[in-house]
């Protein structure tokens, strides 16, 4: 979506519900090549443009131990989306379809979600590959790619 109030043929906005806050604390800012959502990619991509993730204090410390991996979970906040579409169509195809059933970054929560390519780390910047959002956009939380089902 380039104009961000722009609503497509089929899509659907709802009035949404006043704002309440749901406890997130930002715990650092993502700096990646992108100024706005025209030029964002539409999904990340593992070999993309080198992308730091800065991480405020006092959670650095809770980076030991991340450079043990290869590939990272990002959650972030996609702070200039709307949030009122339940049915979108995606530029791409222009097939409706449901909000849950998209990557769009517009939702009633805009909580990001990216598997990155780790490439180190150094004090409280982290360099990674393969995120999808503009430059600026805070961050709730980073997770080691691994879970039980996992080969």
């Given amino acids: 979506m380039t104009d961000i109030n722009e609503i497509r043929m089929g899509e659907v906005a709802v009035a949404s519900p006043q704002a309440r ?14 100024k706005t959502r025209a030029e964002t990619p539409r999904q990340g991509r593992l070999d993309g443009p080198l992308c730091r993730i800065e991480m405020f204090e006092p959670w650095v410390a809770g980076l030991k131990g991340l450079e043990t991996f290869e590939t990272i979970q990002v ?21 409706t379809a449901g ?10 929560n805009p909580i ?13 910047i982290v360099s990674v590959r393969g995120l999808d959002c503009l430059d600026g956009t805070p961050l709730i939380d980073l997770k080691p790619d691994r879970c039980a089902h996992s080969p």
């Fill in 75 to 95: 959650l972030y906040w996609l702070h200039q989306s709307r949030r009122d579409l339940v049915t979108q169509s995606p530029r791409s195809n222009g097939v």
């Fill in 21 to 34: 806050d749901a406890g997130l604390e930002f715990i650092g800012r993502i700096h990646t090549p992108w």
């Fill in 99 to 108: 909000t849950f059933a998209l990557r769009s970054p517009v939702r009633p």
């Fill in 112 to 124: 990001g979600l990216s598997a990155v390519t780790l490439l180190g780390i150094a004090g409280n």
